[in-house]
C-alpha cells in the first residue's frame, strides 16, 4: 500500500509538472502571438527620417539623406542667402580657384604646408560652410575643424561645380 501511495504522489507531481510546462508554453506562445499582431498595426519610421517631430524643428536645414556634416548645396545656398553670419571656406588649390570660386569664399589651400596653422586661426564661433572639388578634401577639412573646436562646419556635398550650379539656378 505504500508503494501504491508513493507512486500515486510522484504521478501526481508530474502531472502537476506537465501541466505547468504546458501553461507555460501555451501563454508564451499567446503573448508572441499578441505582439505580432500589435506590431503589424505600426508603420516602421522612414530611412533617415526624424522618428520625433521635434527633431525636424531643431534641424531646418539638413536633407533627408545627408548627416548633419553634409549639407546639399542647394540647402547651402539658400542658408547664405538668408544669414549673413555663415563664411565660405574655399579649400582647393590656387590652380583649381584660378578656375572659378564662390563670391566672398575665404580660401585656404588643403595642400599647402601651412594649411593646419591657417584653420586654427578661424574664429571657433563662426559658421562654416567648406567645398573643394568634389567634396573628399572638405570632408576631412570638416571633421579636422570639428576637432579643433569649431563645431558649427558643415561639408557642402558634390563640390564646388554642383555647389556653383545650385547657386546659379536659385538666382
Same mark, same amino acid.
Given at each position: 500500500?505504500?508503494?501504491?501511495k ?18 507555460? %508554453? ?10 505580432? =499582431?500589435c =506590431?503589424?498595426?505600426q ?7 526624424? *522618428?520625433? %517631430? ?5 534641424k ?20 547664405? %542667402? ?8 574655399? *579649400? ?9 570660386? +564662390?563670391?566672398?569664399? +575665404?580660401? #585656404?589651400?588643403?595642400? =599647402? ?7 586654427? %586661426? ?7 560652410? *567648406? ?10 577639412? *570638416? ?6 573646436g ?5 561639408? #557642402? ?12 539656378s536659385?538666382?
Amino acid at each position: 500500500m505504500d508503494e501504491w501511495k508513493d507512486w500515486n504522489i510522484q504521478h501526481v507531481r508530474c502531472t502537476k509538472q506537465l501541466t505547468f510546462n504546458k501553461m507555460k %508554453k501555451l501563454s508564451f506562445y499567446l503573448l508572441m502571438s499578441l505582439l505580432f =499582431a500589435c =506590431a503589424g498595426k505600426q508603420e516602421p519610421p522612414k530611412l533617415n527620417q526624424p *522618428v520625433n %517631430k521635434s527633431e525636424t524643428k531643431e534641424k531646418p536645414n539638413m536633407a533627408d539623406n545627408t548627416s548633419k556634416e553634409d549639407m546639399i548645396a542647394k540647402l547651402a545656398c539658400e542658408n547664405l %542667402k538668408s544669414n549673413e553670419q555663415i563664411t565660405l571656406l574655399d *579649400v582647393r588649390t590656387p590652380e583649381e580657384i584660378a578656375e572659378g570660386k +564662390m563670391d566672398g569664399a +575665404m580660401e #585656404i589651400d588643403f595642400r =599647402a604646408a601651412d594649411f593646419k596653422s591657417n584653420v586654427e %586661426k578661424l574664429d571657433k564661433e563662426k559658421t562654416y560652410y *567648406v567645398y573643394c572639388r568634389s567634396g573628399g578634401r572638405s570632408g576631412k577639412t *570638416v571633421k579636422m575643424m570639428r576637432e579643433m573646436g569649431i563645431p558649427n562646419s558643415y561639408n #557642402i556635398l558634390g563640390g564646388f561645380e554642383k555647389f556653383k550650379g545650385a547657386c546659379e539656378s536659385g538666382q
